[in-house]
């Protein structure tokens, strides 16, 4: 069976016009996805049943039996953590900060290692966006910043800026011009029009020199700036100031390096300048395909994007201290759930053995690295293929995704659902 | 030698999140990318083992030449090998230097090490399905 | 079978034509009833007043750009956070209250049917899982279509059927109520960084005029027989010498409606200003009354600033860019494709500010000298003028000529120069208040045909019972009792059940979504339209089959059916 219009649950591009057929409960064939797109849809490598530890090894366990220990775990817990979310459904992620609301938990999503830093520049200094249709239709100049969307977001490029056909560009590829800035020549720079070549850890003094001109005080400017030089950066500057909509990209390049907020907020900054002359705007890669969304769900019901602390009875926001990484590194929290993440890949050493070290339980649907640091494994059903829900794509609009087949997994919210009622039971009024 | 290690996603990388106890992840994800020029004052060849040492951790990888990486910084995908590396200072950010540890290469003739091995060095107890 | 009594209770029901009786209520099965047995639970009113539940017609609570109010402003979410207690969720948010925190502060207040001030129907489906989780309002979703493009194509080819094909097709997808236009053509040319200035501009590339869309827009939402008018924020606002916009855009309105006004103009406090800069700001305010006293198919609403914080969130690009550059404080934009755009930024109304003191003065005398007090309705937009807790205080102003010279002496001196409110005498009375906070928006808004707005049986049980005994309370003397006792009721009652009880919500809340839909002949159903499904398949970013809001998203939906006459 073919459906249509069927929404990618992968990255922040949160594509959704790929064809897939299905036979019983297995996709056989995808068509517009990108190779992420083939993987995630026709791979089949989940985990079979829950599991639980004993001993010094694995044994099955039941749906019923797992959610229940888990509902142990967390309620003997002084300082558990609810980590994750970006993976799943806006439905789940509500019923997660609930949860984590009547634990007095923390509950922290993947922002808190990706994107967190441009929360809290955006917290500085705001946000000057647009939805993608926007660049599309208008941008003829895009500047990918500290990003290489044709590894991470394969289709951003085809889809929403260079080779986006638009209603006020009709032939974007010969009417967009593509600046790339990075350390290293990526895929993505390979086919700049423009690439600017930065030394690690050197974009906050390029973006102070690029507002610098753009400001008229091109005198100022020394023969080069982190290994770009001066003919390079007036140049930039002139393309920047000649858009008719310009458009800034940026990535982990910005977040992750020396300066990390203060670099966006530099880039916010250049943007909100380059507004007194021209249209422009700049927008984070969201790197899942609903990190966006747990920023979302978790602002509307508590006030703040990420790492939020109940221990006090109110919603409590503090990166540097909520924030997961610190918590597990500190030692702090004694108990923790993990949902659509893997944690143990993607944080430091120190936070894995903290989670090995504390009882762990995982919501996922696929063995991954924190498998190996949880006591206990709840496979669920995979978002976009047999579990459906709200997605809200990098630029903020909410698309839901697709049940391609009703398949014998319950989904993220029927567990969690199923948690938090056992949950509430034994915490009592 | 002394490198700054950079981490960052690929589209390999992202093929393998959901089989990351896979051959093909563990090919990947311990896949260190230098500049050629860099390989060769270290002695080493494309495919041979190194190992990546930062303050108190130290992973095996194997080196590929990347004419697109700059000399003295260094590349590997972001995932469980790179993190063994990264220390968990955020400077009250929430965010590790993910993009700025200072690491020391060496050649070495030991083998590499599954995710599971790297789990269990964090006091975890491997999973095999 | 759930059965309530309220007795004694002071009655001003402007619709049923009650100016203040002591009565009983009965309630049975969410609606009010000729009568119920001996069994029903009984409130004793004590000749409190006891009003139908409070709408409010314009305010920012849900969707998009209120979220990046709250998540762009953690010190916002600071100054206003509470613990759980009971059924009651913890709450965050001073000016833009967590989606909760906005419906308990509602309920607390009486509040049981609020209009969100504006939805983009590209994120519709954002503001309606935020409207899920205000569970104790009924809500209802302005849609936006200042900047749409089929719209404007349909304005150019002065094809209004074609329009009135387009907003029905709209919001049947995405369950919007009624048709919003915020700076009309304006946010289109924000697209570009430019913007309109007056309603005889054109805008860039499509070459219509605000003035054209706006008579386009009036007439086929009559077309389409839509239960409320078309609801406009006027080009032009905030800028020194608007009001002779606004009187432009008044001039338009033809009256082409019976029941209620043809054009709702909100928060008209915003562009009632004279002179020409900052400098020489002035009230307008008497112009501007007196074209909408002469008026009977305009209603408007204050959109009265009150001093302190808050923070500024509207569809109009442009405008919230000079504010930013007025301000230099954060600012957030969010353009969106092919329909609107949004700005977001926090401010601060200082009684040092002139300027400010001139607008604080704007708003009142919009509610004093406009004489029919369903066409001119209580708001802040908020949280643009004011977060809505500070109503009660709105009220007490409009009701005392004593607090309002207290809040005159602590102006700038130079005020007096420049509004007329010193002046003016008249104060509201209690009757005047109730038509302004709940049953004039209920006819403006024309749900009176679902239930709402007034307490004759088979209306829904709707009920507000307040700390007020207008038999003995002065309100001109007494206006600090009028603001604690419109600040906190006694009961708030929906749908039959205490939600709210002295300041606590003591339920979990189940609330409906109103929307409508207008059937439209075979002829005019855009989604077999070759020209329609094209801007789908070529400038939009997301499908034509996932734009609609799917049914999951109203659990209680309730619709509003129209036919439209094309």
Redesign the interface.
Known sequence: MKIDDVVCPFCGCLCDDLVVEVEGTRVVSVENGCTLANEKFMGDHRLKTPIHREGKGWKETTYDEAIRETAEILCDADRPLLYGWSGTHGEAQSIGIHLAEILGALVDNTSTVCHGPSILAIQEVGHPGCTLGQVKNRADVVIYWGTNPIDAHPRHMSRYTTFADGFFLKEAFRDRKLIVVDVRKSESANIADEFVRIQPGGDYAVLSALRAIVQGKRGIIPPSVAGVSREQLFRVADLLLSAKFGAIFFGLGLTMSRGKSKNIRNAIELTEELNRHTKFIISPMRGHWNVYGSNEVFTWITGYPYAVDFARGIAFYNPGETTSVDVLSRKECDACLVVASDPGAHFPKACAEHLARIPTVQIDPHVNATTHLSRIQIPVAVTGIDAEGTAYRMDGVPIRTRMLFRGTYPSDTAVLEQLYAIVKEIKGP | MKF?L??????RQ????????SVAYQEEATSLCMNPVDMMNLEVEEGSQVRVESDQ?SVIMKVHPA????QG?V?VC???YA??????????????????TMVTITPTSEPLVT??D???R??????E? | MSEFLIRNAYVIDPLSGIKGEIMDIAIRNGRIAEEVGSNAEVIDADHCLTLPGGIDSHSHVCGTKVNFGRYMSPEDMRAGRTARKGVMHVTSGYSVPTTFGNSYRYSVMGYTTVLEGAMAPLEARHTHEEFTATPHQDMLANTLFDGNWSIMEAVREKDMKRAAAVVAWTLSAVKGFAIKLTNPGGTEAWGWGEDVHSIQDQVPHFGVTPAEIIQTMIRANELLNLPHSVHLHCNALGVPGNYRTTLDTIDLVPDLNDKRQSLYLTHLQFHSYGGSTWKDISSKSEDIARAVNNKPAVAIDMGQIMFGRTTTMTADGPMEFKLYMLHHNKWSNHDVELETGSGIIPVYYSRKSLVNCVMWAIGIELALLVKDPWRCMLSTDNPNGAPFVKYPEIIALLMSRRFRENEIALLDPRTAHYVPLPAIDRELDWYDIAVMTRAGQAKALGITGIGKGYLAPGAEADIAIYPLKPESLDPSAEYQQVMAGFGKTRYTIKRGRVVARDGDVVVEGANSTIWTRSTVPPGYDLSVDPEFMKKFEQYYTIRMSNYPVQDVYLPRGICIPTEASL
């Open positions: 700054l950079n981490t960052g996603r690929t589209i992202g093929s393998y999140v959901e089989r990351k106890n951790e004419l697109w990486i700059t910084e590349f972001l995932g469980p993190n063994h590396l990264v220390k968990p200072e955020t400077h009250g950010s929430g965010m590790p230097d993910f993009k700025g995710v599971a790297l789990m269990e964090c006091g975890g107890v491997r999973y399905d």
